[in-house]
DNA sequence: CTTAGGG
DNA sequence: CCCTAAG
């Protein structure tokens, strides 16, 4: 999520703000500040909730360094900036581009000429460069302003700087963040910062963000350390259909032992996956179907050994299931009829579910056949369908023919059909449950 | 990204 | 189940 990215960086962007901010005195705790920033989080109905910090850079400033890495330590540690691209914040070096991250400019461009007087650049610097990382970027943000603020002896320098950082700054990126225009630079050259919380709320779905980021521990982080911190590790490996669906099974186990971990998790991936589309409305079906526990209690994964990688058996159930949400649905429709009908399964992606019907027709269309042959068929075999399966089947795919436009026996089980809904062309069937479909689901 | 079709 | 082409 984007929205979380630049959240978290603006938060942490505030979080110097402030830090930097401690007016004359300098105090080396950030309990104050970290007041102010928790009712950032507290109160996410007001848009812009403004920090008003002075960047005060006039003395030498302690062991800023300690505490601002280990706000920032606490961020990885909490996984905040862990997906924090680097490409996500446009470097620009240019005052004139309001557009680039002005908080990079400002950290990079304008407080290294700050601390120009003192150069043993902490290795932080060259961190940058690397761009690896962007949570190591971030620290070595942190590490240039507290730099600056420590050498810079004079004031007035820094007024000037910081009068130009205002200039740079005034920006707004995807309106998340926003800076108030130039402040006339007084005595501490203050200026506003100005959050855009307006997506607060996505982040604290469980996550504990204020006060996992606002713990502020006192062990000493040394520069060092910090760039010993591994950058996280991208999982952008874009997985295989394959790699997906074995992915699938382990980690609900996994990850969500608790009871009701396929539904959260579900939903987690799902919302993941298709972000735009993740107003589901889980009617009773979705919690109460025999489907959610029949799966659950009895995971019935035959695996063939070789030949399938992973195969699980359809259940009656489930078969039953796939029947209600083509009769509902209609055919062609699998991704809404396993969002709906086999979400909680987790596996059955709607090719397996189309895959499926495809099978059921032909086998309920060689029972059939076997059926006239006068052959028997053996319910207990797990080879042959039911026959309240093999005939709930067949009416469905009277109504809702398959597909398979050019086949010209569709058109003989249309005729076929009584319930005549299905006229000669299947088209117009077709479309007019989805039709249906689409007003009931869009709802 | 979703579906259809073939393997 | 898997893969891939087509919309």
């Known amino acids: 999520m984007k929205h979380v990215r630049s959240y978290d960086l603006t938060i942490y962007a505030a979080i110097l703000t402030t830090m930097v901010q401690v007016d004359g005195s300098y105090v080396p705790s950030l309990r104050d500040d970290e007041m102010e920033v928790e009712h950032l989080f507290e109160e996410p109905i007001n848009d812009h909730i403004s920090l008003d910090g002075s960047l005060a850079s006039h003395t030498a400033l302690i062991d800023k360094d300690d505490l601002q ?104 990126t995807n309106g998340v963040f926003r800076n108030s225009p130039s402040q006339p630079s007084n005595v501490d050259c203050m200026y506003n910062i100005s959050l ?23 062990e000493n ?18 997985p295989t259909q394959r790699t997906k669906r074995l ?54 994964r035959c695996r063939t050994k070789d030949r399938r ?14 029947m209600d949400g083509i009769s509902e649905y209609g055919v062609g429709r699998w991704t809404d009829i396993q969002r709906f009908l086999f979400s909680a399964a987790g596996y059955r992606t709607p090719t397996d579910i189309r895959d499926k019907w495809r099978n059921l027709l032909r086998a309920s269309s ?42 010209k026996k569709r058109t003989f089980v249309s005729q076929v059909g009584s319930s005549d809904i299905a006229n000669q062309s299947n088209g117009s069937s077709i479309s007019l449950g989805r039709r249906n479909v689409r007003r009931k689901k869009c709802t």
């Open 221 to 238: 982080v040394t520069v060092e350390d910090y760039q010993s911190v591994p950058p996280r590790e991208k999982r952008f490996r874009k």
């Open 196 to 218: 855009d919380i307006q997506h607060l709320h996505e982040l604290s779905n469980g996550y504990p963000l204020a006060g996992g980021m606002l713990s502020c521990k006192k």
């Open 69 to 172: 890495l280990e706000v920032l330590d606490d961020f990885l540690d909490e996984g905040f900036l862990d997906d924090v691209e680097i490409d996500d914040f446009e470097v620009t070096d240019g005052v004139s581009d309001a557009r680039g991250g002005y908080f990079l400019d400002f950290d990079f461009a304008k407080v290294e000429l700050l601390g120009s007087g003192a150069n043993e650049e902490s290795p932080l610097e060259n961190s940058n460069s690397e761009s690896q990382s962007p949570g190591v970027s971030g620290s070595s943000t942190v590490g240039g302003i507290s730099e600056s603020t420590k050498v810079l002896p004079n004031s007035t320098q820094s007024k000037c700087k910081i009068e130009s950082i205002d200039e740079t700054v005034t920006h707004d």
């Open 247 to 300: 992915e699938n099974i382990p980690i609900e186990i996994e990850k969500f032992s608790d009871s009701d971990s396929d539904v959260t998790l579900y939903e987690l991936q799902h919302c993941k996956k298709h972000p735009k589309k993740e107003k589901l409305d889980y009617d009773d079906d979705y919690f109460s179907s025999e489907e959610s526990e029949d799966e659950e209690l009895t995971p019935k």
């Open 366 to 407: 060689s029972q059939r056949f076997n059926k006239k042959e006068g052959e028997l068929n053996d319910e207990t075999s797990p080879r042959t369908l039911p026959l309240s399966v093999a005939s709930r089947v067949l009416e469905l795919s009277k109504i809702h023919p398959y597909p398979k436009r050019r086949n």
């Open 309 to 322: 990688k992973n195969q699980r058996m359809w259940t009656t159930a489930e078969v039953t299931k796939l």
